[in-house]
C-alpha cells in the first residue's frame, strides 16, 4: 500500500506511525501528491478529512474513509517572556471568536462542522 503526506507534517509522522502495513512518502506540495492520486500513482493520500472531502469531490470514485488515525488540534504558540505577543495573541483569538472571523474562516475552508475550541 503506498500511502503519501506531505513532508514535515503532523500527518506525515502519524502515518508512518500508525500505518504499519504501508508505505508512507512524503512529498512537498499538496498539489503533487492529488495529482498522483489522481493518477493512480499511489493509493491513498493522508490529510485532514476536511481537505480530503474538498479534493475528492474533483476525483471522481475517490472515497475519504469514515475512520481515522489521529485527531490534530491547531493553535497559536507564542516564544516565551514575550508578554507584548501573548496579550496580541489572546486579544485577537479572543475577539476573533467572539465578533465571527474565525467561525467564518472554518466555514470559509470547508469547516463548517467543526466547533471552535475556546480553551
Known amino acids: 500500500m503506498k500511502v503519501a503526506a506531505v513532508n514535515g507534517t503532523t500527518t506525515m509522522c502519524g502515518s508512518q506511525a500508525h500505518l504499519k502495513h504501508a508505505s508512507v512518502t512524503g512529498y512537498q506540495t499538496y498539489d ?3 495529482a498522483l492520486l489522481k493518477g493512480g500513482e499511489i493509493d491513498a493520500f493522508a490529510l ?3 481537505q480530503l472531502n474538498k479534493m475528492a469531490a ?3 470514485g475517490t472515497h475519504v474513509l469514515d475512520e481515522t ?3 490534530t488540534v ?3 504558540a ?3 517572556n514575550h508578554p ?3 496579550a496580541f495573541a489572546t486579544k485577537f483569538m479572543t475577539e476573533a471568536t467572539a465578533n465571527g472571523v474565525l467561525r467564518k474562516a472554518y466555514d470559509d475552508n470547508g469547516l463548517k462542522d ?3 475550541r475556546t480553551n
Do not use: G
Request: glycine share 0%.
Open 32 to 34: 503533487e501528491i492529488f
Open 74 to 76: 491547531t493553535a497559536v
Open 69 to 71: 488515525f489521529k485527531k
Open 48 to 50: 485532514s478529512r476536511d
Open 78 to 80: 507564542v516564544p516565551l
Open 114 to 116: 467543526k466547533p471552535i
Open 84 to 86: 507584548l505577543a501573548l
Open 58 to 60: 474533483k476525483i471522481p
